[in-house]
């Protein structure tokens, strides 16, 4: 009846079937019931805004990079994705870009300008910083899992 | 301090990603926790429908749309209490005229807190109850468009509202950051020179609020265009719907607005912009802003109960609701009309006359539309057949409630008559009867007529009518008393009133106060037989024998929701003996679904058409 029983045999292979049979049949059958995305999807936009904004920088990074992969595990599981940690990385990549840019209206972006405003703990700097950071972590944290999932059936997880 | 706080983000960092790795295995939850017993109905080929896991993680993981109209009905629920007992301290403090139990911080933290409250956490949740349970039943959809993004939508709630509230929690702590004291309008320059960061949270909370509303907006538009069942047109789709397509617009259309101008106030507490600086973009920007957001909110929030209205008074009054279609213009006229009155609220400000006269006279023609749904109210119960169950007594209080709340708009849409009423009780006297006599008797009316299908239950009938004749006579005396005090020149927003008595009476005016405190309380005692009533009922009230608890089928009345619960009970009485909770329980049944849903000939009251029809059904 569903390709997600626990016992069930197939394994999931979404590199080489992004259609495959299985999966259309529990998506279009009925509506899914229950998904544990959303709500880690709200966490993780509720702490990246406060860590970002109120500049709590452990948590800005790590709310962002909680929506980050909250994002490609709901697209993923919505049938929008076949390979959610691509995306993750994307969205990494997107977020670096938007810390670079952060900095940038404060400061020249060379080293000694930088630097000092780092050192003279520059608010909007720093955040700068921190999203560059959640990006960073969300690339590569990614890329390494990616590799890791590769091919393996009983991993569970899509790469 | 650099280095600590990098070391921090690494940590994290790190362990997230294990946290994604986690939740990406557990993403096949269905299969994690199998239903205990397996006792799912019905066919196994309707995949995925049955399967929900047991207890509390059904509740955070779950897409059902009646699951999270469920999720909304109570977190609304809970911020009507919140919102409630600050009034409560605020009335309590307002009996006499000195400072007697609290001191003015507390009394503008209280009176910000419940604004907020009141329109944002309850009133704005307790339609999306409604909407999410109901709309897909009325229009014959599975689920709404997005339902993902429907649970997203509810979770980004919690979060919201601790970080409204949080200056409540943490004032005690001694960490510098108290409540916020803004008032709901969070007028510059008094929100941006408020140096706590209590300030900064609440407007973060807003914003998230905002998202939340935004997104079930998109949603709702998506479903009701898209996910109308076969029989579903756009000239029978039902009133309620129509309202909340209607709001949904509005949504879309003001707040992202608020959450831009959230996001200003913000920049300029923290960053040194100067959006509503006086040097700069000036304060009355954001009172343009924020007024161009909250005239439409206001309809946002009366629209849907106006909805609930037109659906369930035909219900109890034997016949269709009279004059359908301009019920439907009415609401399409009010939703463009209410972009264009916001500075009706800024008369007083020393905006150009010429200005002022042109918002003045579209504030008076949307009460064009508003009384053409009065009337339309008034004339489906003329030569009815009345029945006055609990949540008929509730539409009736609606309708009386609003000629008092509109009528006292429309005099404040005056400007000379607004110069002279601007910022006294008037005007806390003409929202309330709107906010409260409306709004909240609409929801509590709804909340009763389709208690029997969330429940499968019925509810005390005695203790409901209590709970009606007391909160309508309490919300009168209240608030008439507002609008006595109002003439008399009360300005709102006070804890005190020891003022002169050459400026006002204040013999009376200390005497309207007290009759203003009594009715909350009053307000405030019917609301706690209503809360026994609900929690009683649903554990214990009698179960339901048949699908029809309202008679609605000796009228030809008998709505597709309640068509849908029929097929429900229909599926559980005839197939196995196990009993179908209607609120989306573990035990679900599919088989009846796809029929039966929505009846052969529909009509635009949701109603099917009789063999013999009535005389007066035209
Ligand atoms: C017949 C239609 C209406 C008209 C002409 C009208 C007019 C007005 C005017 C002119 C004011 C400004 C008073 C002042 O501050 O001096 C006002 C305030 C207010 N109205 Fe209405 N109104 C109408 C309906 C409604 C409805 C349906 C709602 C709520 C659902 C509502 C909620 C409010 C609120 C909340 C305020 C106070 C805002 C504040 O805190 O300053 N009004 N109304
Ligand atoms: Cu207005």
């Known amino acids: ?159 | 301090m650099v280095g600590e706080q990098l070391a921090l983000t690494a940590l994290m960092g790190v362990f997230l990603v294990a946290v994604a790795g986690f939740l990406a295995r557990m993403e096949d939850w269905r299969s994690y926790t199998p239903l205990a017993g397996g006792s799912a109905i019905g066919d196994a080929g309707y995949g995925g429908h049955a399967e929900k896991p047991a207890g509390i993680v059904r509740w955070f993981t779950t897409v059902d749309h009646k699951d999270i109209g469920i999720l909304y009905g109570i977190y609304a629920l809970i911020a009507f209490f919140w919102g409630g007992a600050a009034v409560l301290l605020m009335r309590a403090e307002l009996a006499a005229p000195g400072f007697d139990i609290m001191q003015a911080q507390f009394y503008n933290s209280l009176l910000t807190s419940h604004g907020i409250t009141m329109l944002f956490l309850f009133g704005t949740p307790i339609i999306a109850a409604f909407s999410n349970y109901f709309i897909p039943l009325l229009i014959g959809a599975d689920d709404m468009a997005f339902p993902r993004i429907n649970a997203i939508a509810f979770w980004l709630l919690p979060p919201g509202a601790i970080l409204i509230w949080a200056g409540f929690f943490t004032a005690p702590l001694g960490l510098g950051i108290d409540p916020a004291q803004t008032s709901w309008t969070m007028y510059t320059p008094l929100s941006a020179e408020q140096a706590n960061p209590g300030v900064d949270l609440m407007l973060l909370g807003l914003h998230l609020t905002g998202v939340s509303a935004t997104m079930g907006a998109i949603n709702f538009i998506a479903t009701i265009f898209t996910e109308r069942g076969d029989e579903v047109n756009w000239a029978n789709l039902d009133i309620f719907s129509w309202t909340i397509l209607t709001q949904s617009a509005l949504i879309l259309f003001a707040f992202p607005l608020l959450g831009s101008a959230l996001i200003m106030l913000l920049l300029d507490r923290n960053f040194s912009t100067a959006f509503f600086a006086v040097e700069g973009g000036s304060p009355i920007l954001w009172q343009h802003l924020f007024w161009f957001f909250g005239h439409p909110e206001v309809y946002i929030l009366v629209l849907p109960p106006m909805g609930l209205v037109s659906w369930i008074l035909p219900k109890f009054s034997g016949r269709k609701l009279f004059g359908f279609k301009f019920v439907v213009y009415s609401t399409l006229a009010i939703g463009v009309l209410s972009f264009g009155v916001w500075a009706h609220h800024m008369f007083s400000t020393g905006i150009d006359p010429r200005i002022r006269a042109s918002f003045m006279a579209v504030s008076l023609a949307i009460a064009i539309p508003s009384a053409v749904k009065t009337f339309n109210w008034i004339t489906t119960m003329w030569n009815g057949n009345l029945r006055l169950t609990a949540p008929m007594l509730f539409c009736i209080g609606f309708i009386s409630n609003f000629v008092i709340g509109g009528i006292t708009g429309v005099f404040l849409a005056a400007i000379p008559v607004d110069l002279v009423l601007h910022d006294t009780y008037y005007v806390v006297g003409h929202f309330h009867y709107i906010v409260m006599g409306m709004i909240a008797f609409a929801g509590m009316g709804a909340l009763y007529y389709w208690f029997p299908i969330v429940t499968g239950r019925m509810y005390q009938r005695r203790l409901a009518k209590m709970h009606f004749w007391l909160s309508m006579i309490g919300t009168n005396i209240t608030f008439f008393a507002m609008l006595v005090l109002g003439y008399l020149g009360m300005p709102r927003r006070y804890a005190t009133y020891q003022f002169d008595g050459a400026i006002a009476p204040l013999a009376q005016v200390t005497t309207l106060h007290q009759i203003a405190t009594v009715g909350a309380f009053i307000i405030g005692f019917a609301q706690l037989i209503w809360a026994w009533n609900m929690v009683q009922s649903w554990y214990e009230g009698p179960e339901l024998d048949d699908a029809d608890p309202w008679n609605l089928k000796d009228d030809g009345m008998f709505g597709r929701e309640f068509q849908w619960f029929e097929t429900q009970k229909l599926a559980a009485d005839g197939g196995e003996s196990e009993e179908v909770r209607a609120d989306g329980g573990e035990v679900e049944t599919d088989g009846g679904e796809a029929t039966g849903r929505v009846s052969s000939d529909p009509r635009s009251d949701g109603g099917y058409r009789k063999a013999v029809r009535r005389v007066d059904d035209e």
């Open chain 1, 1 to 159: 009846m569903d390709e997600t029983t626990s016992d069930d045999p197939s394994p999931r292979t979404w590199d080489d079937e992004p259609e495959s049979p299985a999966r259309t049949s529990a998506e279009e059958e009925g509506p899914t019931r229950t998904s544990v995305w959303p709500l880690v999807v709200a966490m993780g936009l509720t702490v990246s805004e406060v860590g970002v904004f109120m500049g709590v920088y452990p948590l800005a990074v790590g709310g962002l990079v909680l929506f980050v992969a909250s994002v490609a595990g709901i697209t993923h599981e919505a049938g929008y994705t076949g390979r959610p940690w691509r995306l993750a990385g994307a969205l990494g990549v997107v977020l670096v870009a938007v810390g670079v840019w952060m900095v940038s209206t404060q400061v020249p972006l060379a080293v000694d300008p930088v630097v000092a405003a780092v050192g003279g703990a520059d608010g909007i700097v720093l955040r700068g910083f921190s999203v560059v950071g959640a990006g960073l972590v969300a690339a590569v944290g990614a890329a390494v899992v990616s590799a890791m999932g590769d091919g393996d059936v009983d991993d569970g997880f899509p790469a």
